[in-house]
């Protein structure tokens, strides 16, 4: 295996694909966690029709929970499960 030296630009690609695959998974969890029967997410998905087709579960629960009304409710929740998360390691 190659060693990469801290602050290496070899180390970014790697570092970035194993946080947006963590972020990805807690976004997933917050989603089942806001919207556990998918009820919302339907009701968006029928409402539209012509977009709904290239969006994600979690692109539409962001379009649903994180706006200026609800105050970013999606990622609140998802900093509460990494904040709950760190408190576990140590």
Do not use: C, H
């Amino acid at each position: 295996m190659e060693n990469i030296r801290a602050g290496s630009s070899k180390s970014i690609g790697p570092t970035s694909q194993i946080v947006s695959r963590l972020w990805n998974g807690i976004l997933a969890q917050v989603v089942r966690q806001l919207d556990p029967q998918r009820a919302r997410i339907q009701e968006y998905r029928a409402e539209n029709p012509t977009s709904q087709a290239q969006l994600t579960d979690v692109d539409i629960a962001k379009r649903i929970f994180n706006t200026k009304k609800r105050g970013k409710k999606l990622d609140a929740v998802a900093f509460q499960i990494i904040q709950s998360q760190v408190n576990n390691i140590r």
